[in-house]
Structure formats: C-alpha cells, structure tokens
C-alpha cells in the first residue's frame, strides 16, 4: 500500500532509524544533549533511563513533534533535521504515549478505524454518500482493523466507549491504533506503566508478538528492568539528556556508569 | 421487550456498519419519516406548520451545523448566527441577480459563501481553543452583523435597511415570498433537512467524522497519526457554516419572508448553541431533541392553559413559559449533562433489558 522507496533496501539487520548527535533545548532546559544511536530492522530497542532523562523527547523527537536545534535522524535511508509529524506518520512511524491519548469519546473499534485514517483515499463527495468506494473502503479498512482486535483479544469491546474501560484495556486498544498505521518503526512510552503482573505479562507477549509477526522494528520506554531485560535486543540509557551506554542488555546491566545512574554515587 | 435485538445477527460488516444496525431502530426511523412527510403535511392546520414545524426544521439544521463544530470537532463557535445571515444574504443577492435559477440551488449554494466565511474566521484555531476560540468566534459574529447592517448593496439599497424574499416559484408553484403556501414550503425545508442530515451523518461515520472526533478528543494523538489539524478543523468550519448558511437562507425564505440584520444577532448563536448542549453535543439527533425543547416547548406552554381550560392572562403565561423552560433546562442538564440525546441513549438501554433491571 505504501509507495515502494528506499525502504526497500532496508531489510533485517540493516539500521532503520539513525539518530546523530542530537540536542534538543526547551530555553535553557537542555532535555537531550548530542545523543546518538540506531535502531535496526526487526529489533526491540530499550531507551531506559532515570526520570527526566530525556527518554519521552527522544521519541517525541524522532516522530516529529519536537524539532532538534542540532542533529540529524535518518529514517529509512532518509536525512533529516526537521519532519512534521504527518510526514513521520506516513513514513511508517506510530507511537502509543505514556499517560494513555486515546480518542475518549469513541468506541475501542472507532479508535482503532482512525488509526487507519492515512490509509484511507477516499475524497470528501464519496464520504457525504458512504456507499460505493467510500463503503467497500470502509469494509476492506473494517476487516484490517478486526484482525488487530482478534489479535489483541478485545473482541469483546469493540463497540464500548474508550473512556470507560479499564486502563490496561485502554493501553491495549492504544498498542492496537498504533499497529492500525501498519507501521514499520512502532514507539512505545512505557506500555506497561501502572498494570498488574498479569497485565504485563500480557503486554510483553503482544509487543513480542508485534514484533515477531509483523516483523515491525520497536522502540520502547519502560521503567521494569525486568521486561526490559528481557524482551529487548539492545538498550540505549540516557541520564540528564545525555547517552551514557549503549548495548545488549547484559553489557549495560553490568555498566558502572548505569549502576551508578540508577543507585547513585557513594560520596 | 419490544426493543431488543436479540437474534439479530450480522453476518457482513456493511450491516454492521450501518446507522441503524438494529430492526426496531429501522422501524422507528421509517415511522418518523413517514410521520414527517405524509401524517403532519395532511393532519397539520397552517399554523402548525409554519409556526411549528418549519421553524423546528430549520433550528435543527442549524443546530447540526453547530454540532458538527462544536460537538464533533470540539471547536467552541459563538458565531453561527453570523455564518447564518451570510447565506441568507448570499441568497438573497443570487435570486436577485439572477431570478431565473431555481430557488433551491441558490439556497444551497448560498451554503457554500457561509462556508467560505467559516473557513476565513476558522482559522486561528489551528491556534486557539476552547474560550479564546469562542471569542474569536464572537469577532466574526460582531463583523459580519456590522456588515449586513452598513453595507447597502447586501440588502440591494432597501431603504428599510431589511430583505424582502421575492416570489420564486418551484414547478410553477410558489415556494417563497407572500403566496407560498404552508404545505410547499414545508416540504421544501423537510426535503433539504432530511438530505443534510443524511449527509451529516454519513460524513460523522466515515472517515471524516472519526478525523473530527480525534481531533476533538486528543489533538496530539491524532497528529502523530498523521491526521493533519488545520484541514481538519477548516473542514469542520467548512462543512459547519455551509449547514448553518442553509439553515438561514431557509429561515428567511421559507419561514420570515423577510428580515433585517437584527435576526441574526449574537442572541441567535447563543439559542442554538443551547440547542446543541441540551440536545446533547456530537449527537445529531440530539439536535433536533434541542430544537424540539427550546422552541417548541414554549410555544406548547403557551397554548396549555386555554386548551385545558384554565384562564390565564397572557402576561402571565409568558412568565410562566419562561420559568419552566428555564427550570427544564436545568433539569435536564443536572439528570444528564451530556443531553438529551444520552438520556435518550440510556432509555433506549434500559428497554433493552426490561423487565431486568440490567
């Protein structure tokens, strides 16, 4: 469905998503500070660090809500130092949020369907009628969508309003938006903030899912060593803004650096 | 009991998809139209349908224009009666500039200089929201009265400073202007009513719609989904004031036969933006629930104790009109804040399951 470009060269393994020396000023607030990693094709990356670190700047950086003053991100081949979020949406890049941004007011399977709205081309004079093209989209879009609510097993709310479900349904329905935009790079701020064992559990089974059916690239935030150990390929840690490790998660688990990051330092 | 759905399958997802998924919904909907296109034009006197019907047409086709805004796109608008009196006068120069056209492409077209406007005052909402978009809003509003009042070519140099609507006849009858008769024009306004609202609701279902909602519910979100803000919300502008622009070329042509710039008034938004709260925002039949409650409701009121029988003085019967609409309007809005149209939406449930309690 999506023009065929250059990521066409990027096949497994090969780095999908450069990020170089990137700095990123609020006034005098320095929220990153010359960072730069990459994410490869097909890997769960961990962006792991302290509060404030700068873990949610950097996601919100390489999906185009923030704009660096200094640094460039290559995405699929593709240099940049600005991007509008558009662009990055329609590069393949999603993004679920820390504090749950769904649609309230509309039904899990409507949230779901807007996640689809790129997709969709359709113009205006078919949508005023929704029969002909603008129904068989609708159905084809329609059958899309309930694929990733059989996958996500909420079939069972599909026709309730977000605003009412509990929060670890809210984050699933938000993880099943985000893989409606069939995206290639798949960000994830703290998925499994504030859920129970068992709704960890059932997160990391979908995200490892996601991540090994759809073969989509993941780059996420999480606070539990314990997931993030475990499901991640490698892992990037920031502190103040600033990269401190990089690496497979045992390298970093034994990085003084981080150790001293996280426990702090004897004076 | 009677309204349940209970072995009802769905076995594609255009059934599934439609409005009305459920039979009992269907029959109701049928049995409305037919009520409104058979039952009322050959039981209703005059009176009713020019005074009641007419009216109550034309505020919820404003009111559906304004929810589209407001309740759909979460974009606050207190200029709808500004976007009215810009098809009513856009009208009203098109039929007098060229008299042959049909009557009715002109009030549609009219739609669409309101929806131009619209687009031109919608754009600080990229970025401004809530309240301080409301009083830009209030900007358009305050300008667009002062120019039907001081600008003389609108109402073609009438000294009266008013629009008078010609006669314009549809199939050789009169649908505006002095001789039209209750009948023609009801079925005029009904038939443009029920078009626009079968268009507004296939637009809040498809894709647009859910582009509205988003932007509504979580701005941010749907940005980083790709959903481009600007044209959206224009979008919603655009297709809002285009309602609101038909809604007013009717209220003047079919209803008034005529007006001066003192109708659309800041007091018009307001009656509708009320109509859209206490009918229920994004809801389009709570629209017409808030047109149904806030005028005809009164006019109900007003007519209750001579037709009961009780003698009461004019006087006093206006003040009481007043009072218990008021009183209403609070009830309603106390019981459920979110309109009528949930309260509609939750006696439909608890039909559902009666004689359970769920």
Redesign the interface.
């Known amino acids: 469905m999506r023009a065929p470009d250059m990521d066409a060269g990027v096949t497994a393994g090969d780095v999908l998503l450069a990020v170089e020396n990137v700095s990123l000023r609020f006034g005098g607030v320095k929220a990153i500070t010359d960072v730069s990693f990459d994410i490869r094709k097909g890997e769960i990356r961990a962006i792991i660090g302290p509060n404030g670190a700068g873990k949610t700047s950097m996601l919100n950086v390489i ?3 923030y704009h660096p003053q200094d640094g460039r991100i290559t995405f699929k081949g593709r240099t940049r130092s600005k991007m509008r ?2 662009v ?3 590069q393949g890049i ?2 679920t ?1 820390q504090n749950v ?6 039904t899990t399977l ?1 949230n779901i ?3 689809r ?2 997709k ?1 081309r ?1 113009g ?1 004079f078919w ?4 029969h002909g093209p ?2 068989a989209e ?2 084809e879009h ?2 899309v969508v ?1 694929e990733i609510i059989d996958f996500l097993e909420i079939e069972a709310i599909r026709k309730v309003p977000v605003g009412r479900l509990p929060y670890g349904l809210q984050k699933r329905v938000e993880l099943g ?1 985000a893989l409606a ?1 069939e995206p290639e790079l798949l960000l994830l701020d703290e998925p499994m903030a504030g859920m129970n064992l068992e709704e960890k559990e059932d997160m990391c089974r979908f995200i490892l899912d996601v991540n090994s059916q759809f073969g989509t690239t993941i780059a996420l935030i999480e606070h539990d060593m314990g997931v993030v150990m475990d499901l991640s390929d490698r892992v990037v840690v920031l502190e103040y803004g600033r990269k401190i490790a990089d690496g497979v998660p045992d390298e970093v688990k034994s990085n003084q650096a981080v150790i001293d990051a996280y426990l702090g330092v004897p004076h | 009991m009677f309204y349940r759905e209970a072995g009802q399958f769905k076995t594609n997802y255009a059934a599934d998809m439609a409005v009305f998924p459920i039979l009992q919904d269907k029959i109701g909907i049928a049995l409305i139209l037919t009520l409104a296109l058979v039952v009322i034009p050959l039981a209703g006197n005059a009176f009713f349908l020019s005074v009641v019907m007419i009216p109550f047409l034309i505020f919820a086709l404003a009111s559906i224009g304004l929810n589209l805004l407001t309740g759909y796109t979460g974009l606050l608008s207190l200029g709808t009666a500004g976007f009215m009196g810009v098809g009513a006068f856009a009208c009203y120069k098109l039929t007098t500039i060229f008299p042959g056209v049909n009557i009715i492409v002109w009030i549609l077209t009219s739609g669409l200089f309101a929806a131009a406007v619209g687009v031109f005052f919608g754009l600080p909402s990229l970025r401004i929201k809530g309240f301080y978009l409301a009083v830009a809003t209030l900007a358009a509003q305050f300008f667009l009265q002062w120019c039907f009042i001081r600008i003389p070519w609108l109402y073609n140099y009438n000294v009266s400073g008013a629009i008078e609507v010609p006669t314009r006849t549809l199939f050789g009858i009169p649908v505006t202007g002095p001789n039209a008769s209750p009948e023609m024009r009801y079925y005029v306004v009904l038939g443009i009513v029920i078009l626009l609202t079968w268009v507004a609701s296939n637009l809040v279902h498809g894709r647009i719609g859910r582009s509205w909602m988003a932007v509504r519910d979580m701005d941010i979100a749907a940005e980083l989904m790709g959903i481009k803000l600007l044209p959206t919300k224009l979008l919603a502008f655009a297709v809002s004031s285009f309602y609101c622009g038909v809604a007013g070329a009717l209220m003047v042509f079919l209803w008034y036969g005529g007006a001066e710039p003192e109708v659309f008034s800041i007091n018009q938004s307001f009656l509708i933006l009320f109509m859209v709260i206490i009918g229920g925002l994004g809801s389009l039949t709570g629209s017409f629930f808030g047109a149904a409650l806030i005028y005809i409701l009164p006019i109900v009121l007003r007519g209750a104790p001579s037709l009961v029988g009780l003698n009461i003085g004019a006087a006093t019967v206006e003040h009481l009109t007043f009072m218990i609409v008021g009183a209403l309007i609070i009830f309603f809005l106390i019981v459920e804040p979110h309109g009528l149209a949930r309260l509609w939406q939750t006696g439909k449930q608890k039909l559902r399951v009666w004689p359970f309690p769920y």
Request: proline share 3%; glycine share 8%.
């Open positions: 999906n185009g809500f979020p558009y990055a949406a329609s999603a993004r949020f941004a769904l649609f309230k007011g509309m409507d369907m807007a996640g709205t790129l969709m359709r205006f949508q005023m009628l929704r603008a129904m609708e159905i329609r059958k309930e938006r935009m």
